[in-house]
Structure formats: C-alpha cells, structure tokens
C-alpha cells in the first residue's frame, strides 16, 4: 500500500519561507508523477506545482511561479515544495499526490495517492 506522508507546515508572516517534505513508502523513481495541491475551506483543490518523473519537467500554478519549488530527491523517496515569499493568500491545507499512470497531474481525478495534509497559514 502506498502512503505519502507529509511534514514541514506551520505559521509564518508574509513574506516567510516554508519548505514542506513528502516521504513516499514506496519506490518514487517509477512514478509518473508527483505533486503538491492545496485546498482552502469552501473552495476547491487545486493543483500547485507537478514534477513529471521520466522527463523531470516541473509546473507550476501561475499564482506561485516564481516563488515556490518543487524538487524530488528519488533515493530517499521524497517530494519536497520549497515556498518563499509566502503571501497569505497561500494559506491551505497542502496535500502530497502521486500517480503510476500516465495522467495529468494538474488535477486531482488524475492522482492516485494522497497524503494526509499539512496546514500552512500566512498572516499578514
């Protein structure tokens, strides 16, 4: 069974950094994907960022180009979501996601996996 374990959140003022971590128990260097979401209350999950294992292409949401990082470290099974610059905005529950199949990993139908959240909140 594939469990995603998330860590690394927590309170910042604007402005802050937070690097969130993911340890997948199983083997991430065949993966299709892995992915960081974020869902705040009333509104839907969205994607973040997607880092595509094969090609090691990363995207991002338009509203945190430029300010996040998304990086996988494949020998000890980690996803990793560097955040700088965080604006409250950023506030969230953050989820990890992976996926086998070949999908989109900008949206969650796709995903296969998921972790079981860490909260990020940003004050002003």
């Known amino acids: 069974q594939v469990q995603l374990v998330e860590s690394g959140g927590g309170s910042v003022q604007a402005g802050g950094s937070l690097r969130l971590s993911c340890v997948v128990s199983v083997y991430t260097a065949s993966s299709h994907c892995m992915a960081w979401f974020r869902q705040s209350p009333g509104k839907e999950r969205e994607g973040v960022a997607q880092v595509y294992t094969g090609t090691g292409n990363a995207y991002y949401a338009d509203s945190v180009k430029g300010r996040f990082t998304i990086s996988q470290d494949t020998a000890k099974n980690t996803l990793y979501l560097q955040m700088n610059n965080l604006k409250p905005e950023d506030t969230a529950m953050y989820f990890c996601?992976?996926?086998?199949?070949?999908?989109?990993?900008?949206?969650?139908?796709?995903?296969?996996?998921w972790g079981q959240g860490t909260q990020v909140t940003v004050s002003s």
């Open positions: 996601a992976a996926a086998w199949n070949p999908v989109n990993c900008a949206t969650p139908p796709g995903i296969q996996h």
